[in-house]
């Protein structure tokens, strides 16, 4: 069975830092494309980041561009994001989602969620 | 970036109702459309994929139809665990984007 558990979340100043993983497992974590998807309080979903079977390319959405860094470690069947110069606007709820294979990719598998408070 | 427009925003039904969603795509994204539904304080859940395959699992009650802009999510006899947000979403291009949602509340 596919499992993905979000962590790392918590409440940080604006400006700071965070560092959020997703363990994943029942699956061949090195062969799917993997994303993060967040979701602030009382909104709708938006897609942040995304990164290659191998790590070697990476996405952003243009609000995030040169302050997150997503991540992967398939060693460890792990995906990260490194969240620098946090904005009261990034808070929310963080979930890694799986990327499926099919012809027409979408997101197949969620982890459960990681909460991001960004105040001061 | 592709905008994606769901309507309504929210809807009042009962259970046994026959229940529409449409999700309009701001340029044609063939059949790059998905989609989840959630429930409070949960993640989203995959309903449907290419706009009209049935995600595993998935009861049947639920069907997505369209291509190139205009795509309908339908459940047909909506039960109790049915409400929920309903989102769509393209992976056309990048940035993959979603609709605002809709909301399905009990009547």
């Known amino acids: 069975e596919v499992h993905l558990v979000d962590s790392g979340g918590g409440l940080v100043k604006p400006g700071g830092s965070l560092r959020l993983s997703c363990a994943a497992s029942g699956f061949t974590f090195s062969n799917y494309r993997m994303n993060w998807v967040r979701q602030a309080p009382g909104k709708g979903l938006e897609w942040v980041s995304s990164t290659s079977t191998s790590g070697d390319y990476t996405y952003y959405v243009d609000s995030v561009k040169g302050r997150f860094t997503i991540s992967r470690d398939n060693a460890k069947n792990s995906l990260y994001l490194q969240m620098n110069s946090l904005r009261a606007e990034d808070t929310a709820v963080y979930y890694c989602?799986?990327?499926?294979?099919?012809?027409?990719?979408?997101?197949?598998?969620w982890g459960q969620g990681t909460l991001v408070t960004v105040s001061s | 970036d592709i905008q994606m427009t769901q309507s309504p925003f929210s809807l009042s039904a009962s259970v046994g109702d026959r229940v529409t969603i449409t999700c309009r795509a701001s340029?044609?994204?063939?059949?790059?459309l998905h989609w989840y539904q959630q429930k409070p304080g949960k993640a989203p859940e995959l309903l449907i994929y290419a706009a009209s395959s049935l995600e595993s699992g998935v009861p049947s009650r639920f069907s997505g139809s369209g291509s190139g802009t205009d795509f309908t999510l339908t459940i047909n006899s909506l039960q109790p665990e049915d409400f929920a947000t309903y989102y769509c979403q393209h992976s056309y291009s990048t940035p993959p984007t979603f609709g605002q949602g809709t909301k399905v509340e009990i009547k």
């Open positions: 989602a799986r990327e499926s294979t099919n012809y027409y990719p979408h997101f197949d598998s």
């Open positions: 340029q044609s994204i063939n059949r790059y």
